[in-house]
Nanobody, 120 residues
């Protein structure tokens, strides 16, 4: 059974930075970060495979960096140059076979989320 626990969310001003962490247990070959703002559909942010291959949504390319420490079974999301439109609940997700971010419905395991709020 896969278990995921996010941490690191908070409130920052526009242009600031935050680093999210996701402590995982179980088979987490594919991992990713997703977010959901109030009244909006959940959307993918970034994904990473067990070999370190990464993929990013256009809206965060150049600002966010996804990484993982396989020895610690921990996923990270470094978020720089944050904008108010990045405000959302951020979720860590994992799956044994789906290593993308475009279709959140294909991820079988989810954390409970951590809130990120960016003020202007």
């Amino acid at each position: 059974q896969v278990q995921l626990q996010e941490s690191g969310g908070g409130s920052v001003r526009s242009g600031g930075s935050l680093k999210l962490s996701c402590a995982a247990s179980g088979d987490t070959r594919c991992m990713g970060w997703f977010r959901q703002a109030p009244g909006k559909e959940r959307e993918g942010v970034a994904a990473i495979g067990s070999d370190g291959t990464t993929d990013y949504a256009e809206s965060v390319k150049g600002r966010f960096t996804i990484s993982r420490d396989n020895a610690k079974n921990t996923l990270y999301l470094q978020m720089n140059s944050l904008k108010p439109e990045d405000t959302a609940m951020y979720y860590c997700a994992a799956d044994r076979t789906y290593c993308g971010y475009r279709n959140y419905a294909l991820c079988n395991y989810w954390g409970q989320g951590t809130q990120v709020t960016v003020s202007s």
